[in-house]
């Protein structure tokens, strides 16, 4: 019986040093994501914001994430709120995407929407709703991972139109590239989603 060869084991290299925050901004902006607005009502108030981390989970039971900044206004709000709708964007809905991804100005202000059955703001027009509870909230870095229990999805039999995607700091992915968008000191997106 011939004998089994040697393992060897490579040499020793050191790895390379993590990404700093602006390098790692540019890498993940290589992975086109759906656009999404979380929504909740807390304290009478609807409050909201552009989120591109959203997935889901768990089958059985249904469970969604996503991901929220914990350094912003709209998450200990809507974590508060106990309830929320992720609102999944169309490609035609630009407006509600930086609507909802700036910190400037009122997101619901002259704003067309409902309140759903279960206590959350349903955005009109959107591809999806998809209505749940919060179940658990994990610490990630300057993150928090979401778990949200499903109580119903919303699926507009009307609605034709293809999905929102972000894609190296553009909607899309035919559109050409602004020169230096991703270094923007300023920029509401990617990275910055999720704070408001």
Do not use: Y
Request: net charge negative; aromatic share 10%.
């Amino acid at each position: 019986m011939p004998a089994e060869p040697a393992l060897t084991t490579p040499p020793h290299t050191e790895p390379a040093a993590e990404p700093d925050p602006a390098e790692f901004r540019r890498a993940m902006a290589e992975f086109a994501t759906g656009v999404t607005v979380v929504t909740a009502i807390d304290g009478g108030e609807p409050i909201g914001f552009a989120c591109q981390s959203f997935t889901s989970v768990s089958l059985e039971p249904p469970l969604i994430l996503f991901c929220a900044d914990r350094r912003g206004r709209s998450w200990p709000r809507i974590r508060a709120a106990g309830r929320f709708c992720v609102n999944v964007l169309g490609e035609d809905q630009r407006d509600l995407c930086q609507r909802f991804g700036s910190s400037r100005g009122r997101k619901f202000e002259d704003l067309d929407w409902d309140v759903s059955p279960w206590g959350t703001p349903a955005l009109r027009g959107v591809l999806l709703g998809v209505h749940a509870e919060v179940r658990d909230v994990h610490r990630a870095g300057d993150h928090d991972v979401v778990i949200g229990r499903v109580l119903a999805v919303e699926r507009p039999e009307d609605r034709l139109d293809r999905p929102m995607i972000f894609f190296r700091s553009r909607f899309g992915v035919d559109e050409p590239e602004t020169p230096g968008a991703l270094d923007a000191p300023d920029a509401w997106w990617g990275g910055q989603w999720g704070w408001m």
